[in-house]
Every structure is written in C-alpha cells, then in structure tokens.
C-alpha cells in the first residue's frame, strides 16, 4: 500500500505540479484506496477488514499532511495555494460560480478594455512586478504576463482561484503566475512590493457589492508607487427617466397580483435599487457626476458621500425614477482606454442601477431639478 514517505525529493516537483492540474486528486485516491482494501479483503473478518480499512484511511490522512508540507517547502513551483480561513462568507462564494465568471469575461465592454490597455502598454508592465486584486479565473494575470510583467501575483478568496491554477498551467505561464488564495487584507505576499495593481473591483453603479475598500488596503500595503493602480479614475452619474412600463411592472405590480394587494412588498421597492438596462429613449435629463475617485488617493471614507447634483429635463413628462451608472478610465501617456456603463453606451454586465420614486414628478423642459445623493 502507498505511503506518504515514499514520495521522494525527486518526484515532488511533479506532485505539487499533478495535484494543480487535478484539485480533486486526493479525493479520488482516498476511493481508489478503500476499493483497494475491499478488493483485498473479501475473506477476512469483520474486524480483519474494519482494521485494515482503518490504516488505509490512517495513512491517506498522512499524505494529505505530507501534500500541505510540500506546498509549505517548494518555494520553487510559483503557482501555489495559500489558505488564510476554513470559512468565505457568502459574498466569496459567490464567485465560485462558474456561469458568474462566463459573463464577466462574455462581457466584451469589460474585458475588451483591460485587454486593450494591458497589451497597448507594454511599458507600464514590462519586467514589473504586477499584483492582480481579486483575480478570479486569472485573464488579467495572464493579459500583464503576456505584456511582459517579470513576475505576476494573483490574489483571490473564493475556490475559483483553483481552477485559475490549472487554467494558468494550461496557457504556460506558470512561470510567472503566481495565485495566491486568501483575503487581500490578510494574505502574506512572496515579495516586499510590487509595481503596479490592476483589478476589475467594479460593483453595481460602482460601489455595491465591490472590492475598492480591498484594493485600496492593497495599495497603501504592497504599492511602491500609488499612482500605478489600473484603472486609475472613476466617477458615478445620475440621469433621469421616464417609462410608465417599467414602473407598472415594478412597482404597480404589487397592487394586484392575481387579486391580491401586496403593499408591504411594494414598499421595499423603494429601499433597494434594480439592475436593469434603461433603454435609451427612457432617459429624461441630462446627467451630472456626482462622484470622482483618484485611484491614487482614494481613502476607505471616501466611498461614504453626500452630494447634490442638478438633473436638466429634456422634454414636458413625467420622471418615475433615477439612474445610476459608472465611467471608468485607465490614463496612459501611450494607449489611453475608456469605458462607460451609461444608458448610451454598450451595455455591460453592470447594466444600470435603477432608484424609483414613490410618487412619479411632472417635469417640463429646460427644468432644472436640483437633489442630493447619499451613500
């Protein structure tokens, strides 16, 4: 029977290598090894065999031990994995999904714009050392080693960093990808700094359910120069709309569902905000930044704010709701990029993030409506 001592010097290179390439492998040898001691045993005692299943079992427990110590000791293979906590809360898990990260990376606005800005400027990533914040399957690790990075480290919490391991494998950069699994603000880096972040840490209209708080410690952390976090400005705006449709199907519904009032539903319509993508003839107003962020001096504080805005009407109708979305920029001297999540532009993954109103506004052309935002 294999024991855990028998794996040499010599081979271990080629485990740790086996083991990336198949994250399931010791699950599968712990079933091959309790057929093997079945298989053996047909004609021994009860005892005999509850014996013998226990040593084989005793000794897998042992090479999974053995397994952790070999990550522990090759410092040699770059692509490893660090564990920081047993438990990932919901958000984390999240990511795991394999059909979330299909339309991240189906979404061609998104992933386009990184592609184009990391390989149009090989100078900003030529023999660097990159950090990717929140790399899931690994594309912008790949995208910077593939522009010349001398050394790329992806960071990531959720279990999808394991297929990132073996998807890095498959491309041949294993010799420059290092992924690293763990919080950002609780991992240990293989290196003291590094020369340049990039991240796509992006939420709905920006802020919900993003990572900037995380990129920012990542920054002030690891970052030789704060001005080399990609992209580096963002900025959310707020537009106006109007369309009877949509606020009869998301807010009058509840007044009879198949004869039923449901206003205690109706009434969280208006504590939380819809993704959806607003159709550009609903848009009502002109638009009005109501946020900016200097990726290089952005603080945690900073993503609380209150801010007035002025809203200009575009025609005599009725508004039923506000609009949020995000601008993003990555600034180059070489090969600028841009991209935008508005109702007029291409839609992307982030759609838009919708506020209705509880009592639509009659609004007249030319009008003004001045409000304030708080987040």
Known sequence: MLCCNTISMGTRKAAIAHLHRNSTSLRRLTLRTIELVASRTRDLSVEEYEQALSQA????????????????????VPTKRVATSEQEDGYFSTYTHFSIHEE??????????????????PSIFKDKVVLDVGCGTGILSMFAAQAGAKRVIGVDQSNVIYKAMDIVMENGLSNKVTLVKGAMEEVQLPVEKVDVIISEWMGYCLLFESMLDT???????????ASKVYPNQCSISLVAMGSKMEYDSRVCFWDDVYGCKMSAIKEEVFLEAHV???QPHDVISTSDVVKKLNMATVKVPDLG?????????????ICHALVGYFDVSFDSMQYPVYFGTGPMDTPTHWKQTVFYLKKPIAVSTGEGRRMTVVC
Not at 215 to 225: C, Q, T
């Open 215 to 225: 990129v920012i410690v990542a920054r002030d952390r690891w970052l030789l120069d």
């Open 57 to 76: 079992l005793s000794e897998l427990a042992s090479m999974r031990q053995a397994v952790k110590e070999l990550f522990k000791e090759d410092q040699a």
């Open 276 to 278: 959806q993508c607003v």
């Open 104 to 121: 991240m990376l189906k979404d061609e606005v998104r992933t386009d714009a990184y592609h184009r800005f990391i390989t149009q400027n």
């Open 305 to 317: 704010f209150k801010a007035p805005f002025t809203l200009t009407m575009l025609n005599d109708t």
